[in-house]
């Protein structure tokens, strides 16, 4: 029963979603109104550990009530483009006649192009363009009264597969035909697209940052979990997980699966116990979390952080910050226009990432000297000259 509420794994759902909520609501606000809505067009940026993925998987959920044909979460790949045409055939077979078609002309067939339900003839299959077979999908859904949603995760910057989805989805928006996109990436990925010049119709998408769950959120979560678990567990010690979490949706996860796999049903659970699963949790954080991040940096990148964790205070020196590195200021301050540029690594800072690179004012109470970069990178820290 514990790896049904409780599943640290990612992608997996577990059985109920804290503190989504408003995304939730403004997502099925906009695909409950007319088709092209901005909110039918979604950005959410998000660490790793934010929750992300389960984010996409719910709203497919709450689309499907609604009638929507969904594709279902597609990670950004070579193959991204046809596997969103299978799956909107899949998921849409059930609202659409599967009655054959009788034999059409060249010409007619050039503007239906199926077979059969959502089958596509040979020749629309083997020589017609995604643009063209999505199109043809939307128009002969909406016109049976059901929409479609694409659903994209692990969103990769400079990618041409995401370049045709835009277009062809752009496209679609202007034809007014039933459709909303939701894309979820890293910040880095979801700026690059952003700035992307061929891809400027997302900026009027709807931004979603995915920020730090409160407190008062994870506890009420906890409440419930333990008590449908029979474990029973002071409030204090209670809010003690809450707060250990420190609002990362996957920290939730593993912390509440290491107290359940501590506490047994029926019995009252001791700090060491809570302690214990808090402890553990941060290894398999740093281990699945940071340690992916921190490969993506070089020895350098790394150095500049550490540099930057001796500052107590909000703004860091670009002078100090060259001292620490023994370098001259002109070579740290490559770093600081790496910075400036938005430089995906360190535009990762803009956002809650719990253990290692720590930036933001919620996680100012982080332990010091628990890895390499989170002491004192407390609160966000700017660069300046001064």
């Known amino acids: ?25 403004t997502f099925v606000s906009g695909i409950e109104q007319e088709a092209g809505n901005r909110d039918r067009a979604m950005l959410m940026l998000g660490q790793r550990g934010s929750g992300k993925t389960v984010l996409l998987w719910e709203l497919a959920d709450r689309a499907r ?43 007619s067939l050039s503007v239906f192009g199926f077979s059969a339900g959502l089958e596509f003839t040979r020749d629309v299959q083997e020589t017609k363009s995604f643009q063209f077979k999505l199109t043809q999908l939307a128009r002969k859904l909406t016109k049976q009264g059901h929409g479609i949603l694409i659903l994209i995760d692990e969103l990769q910057a400079n990618s041409p597969e995401i370049r045709q989805l835009v277009t062809a989805y752009q496209e679609l928006v202007g034809e007014r035909l039933n459709v909303a996109l939701v894309m979820a990436g890293l910040p880095g990925a979801v700026c690059a697209t952003l700035n992307d010049r061929v891809l400027t119709f997302l900026n009027r998408a709807r931004k979603v940052t995915l920020e730090p769950l409160s407190v008062g959120d994870v506890d009420a979560y ?43 049903a029926g019995e009252r659970a001791a700090q060491g116990q809570i302690d214990g699963a808090i402890e553990a949790s941060k290894v398999d ?102």
């Open 1 to 25: 029963m514990t790896e049904t509420i409780f599943s640290p794994s990612f992608g997996n759902r577990p059985s109920y979603l804290v503190g989504r909520e408003a995304v939730i609501s």
């Open 65 to 107: 009530k609604l009638g929507f044909v969904v594709a279902t979460p597609t990670v950004a790949s070579e193959d991204m483009l046809e596997r969103i045409v299978e799956k909107i055939q899949e998921a849409g077979e059930p609202y659409v006649n599967k009655r054959r078609l009788p034999k059409l002309t060249s010409g």
């Open 222 to 264: 906890y409440q419930r979990a333990f008590e449908e678990l029979s474990i029973d567990i002071p409030s204090d010690l209670r809010l003690r997980a809450a707060r250990a979490t420190q609002g990362s949706p996957y920290m939730l996860q593993l912390i509440g699966y290491n107290i359940a796999n501590r506490c047994k």
């Open 285 to 386: 954080f740093e281990n699945d979390v940071c340690e992916t991040t921190l490969a993506a940096l070089s020895d350098q990148d790394v150095a500049f952080l550490t540099a930057m964790t001796d500052d107590e205070g909000a703004v860091s020196r670009i002078s100090d910050v060259a001292e620490r590195m023994s370098v001259t200021p002109d070579y740290a301050q490559k770093y600081r226009r790496r910075y400036r540029a938005g430089a995906p690594w360190l535009r990762a800072l803009r956002r809650p990432i719990y253990g290692r690179l720590s930036a933001q004012p919620a996680l100012d109470n982080h332990h010091k000297g628990a890895c390499p970069l989170c002491g004192g990178l407390g609160r966000f820290v700017s660069i300046c000259n001064r």
